[in-house]
């Protein structure tokens, strides 16, 4: 059990691994469906109540509590980017199943000649279609898995493939500690853009937990993601060494410090329990703020808030995401289970 603590936390910080921006495909599977998530930052992945949203993003919170659930979100980025999703959940024998359809929408361009004469618009778009699915193996313990068809359309450029995610779940008795491992977007590319391209899918290995305090209605929680890769701070392959103007020295590459790689793989999350009807949120994401922020003026980059209304037969989710100066995305989430419409 040792070993696979160690293995789990620590191999990925010794391993010799890269940064691997711009070879992956289908990056929308990094953004959540659920509007409650993205309120923490998209680190919500180890709490076990009735939201069919978190499920999606962790295929073991699936459970029979869902059952007759129906869950729609919406987001929207600057610019004209949003995304959608839509899912049900339903429960046999078997275990728990939720089919979903997500999509992602980047709006129109207009398409010019090679001397900048607008000659039409086109447009991008990308979806993925299939179902989650849990089986509970006994009071404290869940095991989930999902498959999904995966398409996109860029201009005249489109891809196909398939996308998988694992994931176990375990739950204390006094249902206060929850932990999780989870393994996000393993697959293949079955067609790609071009006949040159070797794009890889976004596979990013997660684990997660989250305590409620026991007399206080406070639930914290943090997140580690993309232990896969040592190295997930952006270096300019390009970069050369620089000299000071005043004093000749030189001013070596920047090289990130092992403290700043294991912090880039956190996220950290607070959720304010007020009552069965309100809840707040925030999130914290290290990366995204390390990322995305303007040196001079960050701001609230990498932060993000949210709340949740329980009304008489729905719910409401909100959450807004702080990226970096150029705007913000805003989320919003519906659910109901249908049997809270049926005539009594």
């Known amino acids: 059990m040792r070993k ?23 990056q929308f599977l990094n ?8 309120g923490a930052g998209n680190g919500l992945i180890s709490v076990y109540d009735n939201d069919l949203g978190l499920a999606l993003d962790n295929p073991a919170l699936l459970n029979e509590k869902m059952k007759g ?25 078997l275990g ?14 207009v398409e010019t000649d090679e001397i900048g004469n607008a000659i039409g618009e086109f447009s991008g778009s990308e979806y993925a279609i299939g179902t989650s699915y849990c089986r509970k193996i006994n009071d404290v313990m869940s095991i989930g898995a999902s498959l999904s068809i995966l398409g996109s359309q860029l201009y005249r450029y489109s891809s196909f493939g398939f996308t998988s995610s694992f994931s176990g779940l375990l739950v204390h008795p006094n249902k206060l500690l929850c932990a999780t491992f989870l393994v996000k ?26 305590y409620k305090l026991k007399h206080a209605p406070f639930r914290f929680g ?4 993309q232990l896969n890769h040592l190295n997930n701070v952006y270096l300019d392959p390009l970069a050369k060494p620089t000299y ?3 004093t000749g020295d030189t001013i070596p590459i920047y090289t990130p410090s092992i403290g700043t790689k294991i912090a880039n793989h956190f996220n950290f999350q607070v959720e304010l329990l007020a009552s069965k009807s ?13 990322q995305l922020k303007v040196t001079d003026h960050p701001g609230l980059a990498g932060f993000s808030t949210g709340f949740s209304l329980k009304l008489k037969k729905f719910n409401l989710d909100y959450g807004i995401q702080f990226y970096s100066k150029a705007g913000t995305i805003h989320s919003i989430g519906l659910s109901s289970s249908l049997s809270n419409w049926k005539k009594k």
């Open 4 to 26: 696979l603590v160690f293995l789990i936390f620590f191999l990925p910080f010794l391993s010799k691994a890269q940064y691997y921006g711009g070879t992956q495909t289908f």
């Open 31 to 38: 953004a959540s469906t659920s509007a409650r998530n993205a």
């Open 69 to 93: 659930q129906l869950q729609y979100s919406y987001g929207m980025y600057p610019a004209g980017v949003n995304y959608g999703n839509v899912s049900y959940a339903f429960h046999s024998k």
């Open 96 to 109: 728990t199943f939720a089919p979903s359809v997500r999509y992602f929408s980047y709006g129109k361009f």
């Open 185 to 210: 977007n393993a697959g293949l590319t079955l067609k790609d853009y071009t006949g040159t391209s070797q794009s890889q899918l976004p596979l990013d290995v997660q684990v997660g937990m989250s």
């Open 222 to 225: 943090f997140q580690a993601h």
């Open 244 to 246: 000071d103007p005043l």
């Open 278 to 290: 309100f809840q707040m949120r925030a999130g914290f994401n290290y990366m995204r703020r390390e």
